[in-house]
């Protein structure tokens, strides 16, 4: 999970010398292909992103097919199926990224993004409604923390580890589980 956030938040920020980030991330995919038939789902997914944006020829989407058939044991994010996430984060391409790769690998799902510094109703809303709400602390204003801990009561609050699309998905598989 961290190789795949790190690479990923690699591609999301500028870089001094984009011929050295594309070898570097090139390298990752070649050092990863090999466990691609043993990655969870929901990392094979995020592989097979990174190599078509690098791309990389001959990696393919996962075997098990990514829709409503696709079972809880092999995809225990269905659970969330029918179900608003709400994600603060302030690194908005991996809450757009979260969000997309979400709204693939889960059905029916309802993903709401939030990068304000500050409370507001929108976030308050958000906080209130959402009926899981993952909070990435390392990308966040203290403020905004605060406040959507204060509106979430009971209902479930996710903190990844990482900053990351990998970390995202990993905390919401764990709380699947």
């Known amino acids: 999970d961290w190789l795949l956030d790190w690479a990923s938040l690699t591609l999301a920020y500028p870089a001094a010398d984009t011929s050295k980030r594309q070898q ?5 995919v070649d050092i990863l292909r090999p466990f691609a ?3 969870l789902l929901r990392q094979c997914v995020l592989f097979v992103e990174l190599a078509h944006t690098l791309g990389v020829s001959g ?4 075997a098990a097919p ?3 058939s696709t079972s809880e044991t092999s995809n225990p994010l269905n659970r969330l199926a029918g179900k608003m996430i709400a994600i603060y984060t302030l690194t ?6 979260a969000m997309a790769l979400l709204q693939q690998l889960i059905p029916d799902v309802s993903v709401e993004l939030n990068h304000d510094k500050v409370g507001n ?3 308050q809303a958000l906080a209130r409604n959402a009926d899981v709400f993952v909070v990435v602390a390392q990308s966040a204003k203290h403020a905004a923390t ?7 009561q009971s209902k479930p609050l996710l903190f990844p ?14 709380f699947c589980c």
């Open 24 to 28: 570097l991330l090139h390298r990752v």
């Open 37 to 39: 038939g043993s990655m």
């Open 59 to 62: 990696i393919v989407q996962p």
């Open 66 to 68: 990514i829709s409503t």
């Open 92 to 97: 908005e391409s991996t809450g757009r990224q």
């Open 121 to 123: 109703d929108r976030l």
């Open 146 to 152: 605060l406040f959507i801990q204060r509106y979430r």
């Open 161 to 174: 580890k990482g900053r990351g699309v990998s970390s995202i998905l990993a905390i919401l598989e764990a």
